[in-house]
């Protein structure tokens, strides 16, 4: 995943070294990256849900009063860019051998710009706080710092030498929650007007090395389906989702091991029946592998 090829040639590449403590720099340390992607919401009226990080650090396992500092810069990225297996790295940093369990993200702002221009934004220091998010896996909201508490799950044993990625995916169709929205006709289609929105952020972490890659192409008897919404359930919620491109093309990466269902939802469609036997049911997905995975979809009405 390091020679990820971007897409979209907007993404900045930073670099975070030396960002031990000052009495660890001349120890051996390994490295750490950390990506971010999402799951795009299906919404075809914005062009940016823009989330702005300030700072990530890590704990120490064994000493919770010790932290190490991956960022910390303002970064703000726009998650309606990052979908089907782009990522943009939020952070790559040495860190002192030794074993941590447990990332910090602040978040101080999240926007939301539509297409017509209109822009809204929630500042989370001041106009609320994260409210009633789905996280995953124990992650907990500090609404005193404005920071989401995200466990590693395992641990993270660092050693001399090593290089491990992480992924961290916040899902916009969940963590965007728009408020009183209707539609209105000005003659040559129709535009979504709302009040404003809250964040409640849906998100997971995953460590790379062990994860899988689920891709393919959704389809009617004729062509390709562009924006429709694919979801990776488990245990019947859903665990992350993403939409295909303008080519019906999706991919949903860094998936754990495990056992997954996958459903499909387009505007005017629906799952066929037949042409999905396989892919309908239950997988499982394996460490290092990747899975093609295509359905078929019938006009719903």
């Not at 990820?4 to 660890?24: E, G, R, W």
């Not at 809204?120 to 710092?145: H, P, T, V």
């Not at 001399?160 to 728009?178: K, P, T």
């Not at 062509?223 to 245990?235: C, E, F, I, R, W």
């Amino acid at each position: 995943m390091k020679n990820i090829k971007f897409l979209i040639p907007v993404f900045i590449l930073f670099i975070f070294t030396n960002c031990s403590v000052d009495n660890a720099k001349n120890e051996a340390t390994g490295n750490m990256v950390i990506k971010i992607s999402d799951a795009p919401m299906p919404y075809d009226q914005f062009m940016e849900a823009n989330v702005t990080i300030d700072k990530i650090e890590i704990r120490n396992r064994t000493d919770h009063s010790m932290t190490n500092v991956l960022m910390n810069d303002h970064m703000t990225v726009n998650l309606l860019e990052l979908f089907n297996g782009i990522t943009e790295t939020l952070a790559n940093a040495n860190l002192p051998i030794g074993d941590y369990d447990l990332l910090r993200l602040y978040i101080s702002s999240t926007e939301m710009i539509m297409k017509n221009g209109e822009t809204y934004s929630n500042d989370m220091n001041y106009d609320n706080s994260f409210g009633n998010g789905m996280l995953q896996e124990g992650m907990m909201f500090n609404n005193n710092n404005h920071s989401i508490d995200v466990p590693i799950q395992p641990y993270l044993h660092v050693t001399e030498g090593m290089s491990e990625e992480f992924l961290l995916d916040i899902d916009v169709n969940h963590s965007f929650i728009l408020e009183n929205v209707n539609y209105v006709d000005n003659g040559t289609e129709m535009m979504m007007q709302m009040s404003g929105y809250s964040f409640n952020p849906m998100l997971r972490f995953v460590q790379l090395s062990t994860c899988g890659t689920i891709e393919g192409s959704i389809h009617d008897d004729n062509d390709n389906l562009p924006n429709a919404t694919v979801s990776l359930m488990k245990q019947g919620d859903v665990y992350t989702s993403t939409h295909t491109d303008v080519n019906g093309h999706y991919a949903l990466i860094g998936i754990p091991e495990g056992t997954y269902t996958i459903s499909v939802e387009a505007n005017n469609f629906m799952m066929s029946t037949t042409g999905n036997e396989v892919n309908m049911h239950a997988f499982n997905m394996m460490a290092g592998t990747t899975l093609n995975m295509d359905f078929l979809m019938t006009p719903s009405n």
